[in-house]
């Protein structure tokens, strides 16, 4: 079975310190892992993906992700908070060895950036 | 590209009353993902579809709910009868099928209330 977990419901950083959102995973075999976000009254927005290869994986916006295998994590993180990062981000999971395209998300984490 | 459309954006109804919901994908694309957002249950996965085909609807909550889609570019979720526990926030989501894993496209959902 597959899972997402995002441990925090909400995370809060001051504008311009660095951000890290928490998500960790559960497939059985390799994971492609998701990153979207979520503005009020809109839908989600991909932010970036890993698949293989670089662990670091840069996406839009500014933000990144580092995949750790032996920890079954991807964080995202941000060096320098904006409060236009405030929003809900969902990290969502898909174990590569699967045939179908459904993806699972985790709960979400509201991320606060204050002024 | 217009991204994904759905409508229509609100819906307010009384319980009992049928509702459907009508969604657009991404021209070319052709995997389609119906999801349910709400407070407490967070982003859940109703129903895919992959070319036209209901691949997983292990999510449809009840025999009430119903998903169809005819042709490439349409696709409905219907309601029937309605209750107030189905209030939520409804997207639908497009990908592609292929060599991915490739990232789903939100549509900006429809907010349905029952009364």
């Known amino acids: 079975a597959q899972s997402v977990a995002q441990p925090e419901d909400q995370v809060n950083v001051a504008e311009g310190n660095p951000l890290t959102v928490k998500c960790t995973y559960s497939?059985?075999?390799?994971?492609?892992l998701f990153w979207y976000v979520q503005y009020p009254n809109r839908g989600l927005q991909f932010l970036l993906k890993?698949?293989?290869?670089?662990?670091l994986v840069k996406g839009s916006y500014g933000f990144e992700a580092e995949f750790n295998k032996s920890q079954t994590s991807f964080h995202l993180k941000k060096p320098s908070a904006l409060v236009s990062d405030s929003a809900l981000y969902f990290c969502a999971v898909r174990a590569a060895m699967n045939r179908d395209d459904k993806i699972i998300f985790g709960k979400g984490t509201r991320l606060h950036i204050l002024p | 590209d217009a991204g994904v459309i759905q409508s229509p954006r609100h819906e307010v109804t009384e319980m009992g009353q049928e509702v459907t919901l009508r969604c657009k994908p991404i021209s070319g694309h052709n995997s389609l993902f119906w999801y349910r957002q709400t407070m407490m249950r967070g982003l859940e996965l109703l129903i895919y579809f992959n070319n036209n085909v209901p691949i997983d609807d292990s999510g449809m909550p009840e025999d009430r709910f119903s998903a169809k889609m005819p042709n490439a570019s349409f696709s409905t979720l219907k309601i029937q009868p309605s209750e107030p526990r189905d209030s939520a926030v409804y997207f639908c989501a497009s990908s592609v099928v292929g060599q991915g894993p490739y990232e789903q496209y939100f549509g900006p959902g429809t907010r349905l209330t029952v009364t």
């Open positions: 890993y698949i293989t290869g670089d662990n």
């Open positions: 497939v059985s075999g390799n994971p492609y």
